[in-house]
């Protein structure tokens, strides 16, 4: 699996889209930035998550703007929150016990239905 460091660094050459890809289980539509977050972390159900969260909790559910932040601990739990904004109250967490996803914050946006790393914005 790619470091994290390599993995941000890699995601900062996102800008745009050339495309947008849909999550098979959600509809969710999303970016080549976070397809290859996903790709290169092992993580397309985080996509999957995102996308139920997004269609059916209902503090999320038509939320133009969302901001998804993934914590992954040193000892491999994480944490997933998402808010309107940076300084907003959270309205939704998810907690894991255990993910081999690499160690750091990651942030998302979803906008107007399209999960995208902050660079594609």
């Not at 999957?48 to 969260?53: C, E, L, P």
């Not at 909790?57 to 914590?71: D, E, I």
Request: charged share 20%; glycine share 6%; with cysteine.
């Amino acid at each position: 699996m790619i470091s994290a460091l390599d993995l941000k660094s890699s995601l900062s050459h996102f800008t745009g889209t050339s495309r947008y890809l849909r999550d098979p289980f959600t509809g969710l539509m999303h970016t080549d930035g976070i397809e290859h977050l996903a790709e290169c972390a092992g993580a397309n159900w985080l996509i999957t998550d995102i996308g139920a969260i997004f269609r059916l909790h209902p503090n999320v559910k038509g939320v133009p703007f969302q901001l998804w932040t993934l914590t992954v601990s040193e000892d491999n739990t994480a944490v997933l929150t998402c808010r309107e904004d940076c300084d907003t109250p959270v309205l939704y967490e998810q907690r894991y016990q255990y993910t081999d996803f690499p160690v750091g914050t990651w942030k998302m946006y979803l906008i107007d239905g399209v999960l995208m790393v902050p660079s594609e914005y």
